[in-house]
């Protein structure tokens, strides 16, 4: 079982980008919880993350045939991007969307993700927990 945890635009700054919003921890201290846990429940895991549509759109079509599923923060693209949208449609993946924060309850635009309707999921509001909750999601949907 591999999963690839992909993540989109400015999540590289998390810890330092507007921490009342989206916590302290910086991605790769996430990232590094993320593997253990994943490691523990026997998952292999892949990171990535861009600041580039084309890139994470790129990823997405090289994991077909090698990654069973998709942990997907796309950050604002969730809100516009119909090519990363119809990526993961082609792929074919199982994904599940996440957010760090309530996208439901903050500014009008974000409470629209053009990506949810093409994922098995999306978690949101949980903080870093999100990444957790969407990983165990795709893990039980892929009897892992
Ligand atoms: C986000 C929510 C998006 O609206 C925002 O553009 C982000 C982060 C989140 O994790 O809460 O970059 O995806």
């Given amino acids: 079982m591999?999963?690839?945890v992909l993540n989109g635009p400015n999540l590289n700054?998390?810890?330092?980008?507007?921490?009342?919003?989206?916590g302290r921890k910086t991605l790769d201290e996430i990232?590094?919880?993320?593997?253990?846990y994943l490691a523990e429940k026997g998952a292999e895991a892949?990171?990535?993350?861009?600041?580039h549509e084309g890139e994470l759109i790129d990823r997405i079509h090289s994991s077909i045939g090698n990654i069973d599923g998709i942990v997907f923060n796309p950050?604002?693209?969730?809100?516009?991007?119909?090519?990363?949208?119809d990526a993961i449609e082609s792929a074919e993946i199982p994904c599940v969307e996440v957010h760090l924060s309530d996208?439901?309850?903050r500014e009008s635009f974000r409470a629209v993700s053009v990506i949810?309707?093409?994922?098995?999921?999306?978690?949101?509001?949980?903080?870093d927990r999100s990444y957790f909750v969407g990983a165990d999601i795709l893990l039980s949907r892929l009897g892992g």
């Avoid at 700054?13 to 507007?18: F, T």
């Fill in 75 to 85: 950050g604002a693209f969730s809100h516009y991007s119909y090519a990363l949208r």
């Fill in 31 to 36: 990232m590094v919880e993320l593997g253990a």
């Fill in 103 to 105: 996208i439901h309850n």
């Fill in 46 to 51: 892949e990171f990535f993350q861009s600041n």
């Fill in 13 to 22: 700054l998390l810890g330092r980008r507007k921490p009342e919003i989206y």
């Fill in 116 to 127: 949810e309707p093409v994922c098995a999921a999306q978690v949101s509001a949980l903080g």
């Fill in 2 to 4: 591999k999963l690839l």
